[in-house]
């Protein structure tokens, strides 16, 4: 079922999901991103792998991708 860092994601929805399953969703990041929302186009600081604009977009990055603000996924509003 865990897949490591190996694992790949069809969706941001995928992600999040996997994120909740396995209680990293609120999990602090090694170092907070500078994410732009895809949404508002507001920039937000992702501090937690998963994380809420403040237009609702909601985004997720693995422990393992969470270096650069190109892995995180948009999973959805209110997602």
């Known amino acids: 079922m865990h897949d490591g860092c190996s694992g790949s994601f069809e969706?941001?929805?995928q992600v999040v999901d996997k994120l909740r399953a396995m209680g990293f969703s609120s999990g602090n990041m090694p170092l907070p991103l500078e994410v732009p929302c895809s949404e508002c186009g507001k920039t937000f600081q992702m501090e937690t792998f998963e994380a809420?604009?403040?237009?609702?977009?909601v985004y997720g990055v693995t422990p393992c991708h969470a270096f650069s603000p190109e892995n995180v996924q948009a999973a959805g509003k209110d997602y």
Do not use: E, F, L, Y
């Open 52 to 57: 809420q604009c403040d237009c609702g977009m």
């Open 11 to 13: 969706s941001g929805k």
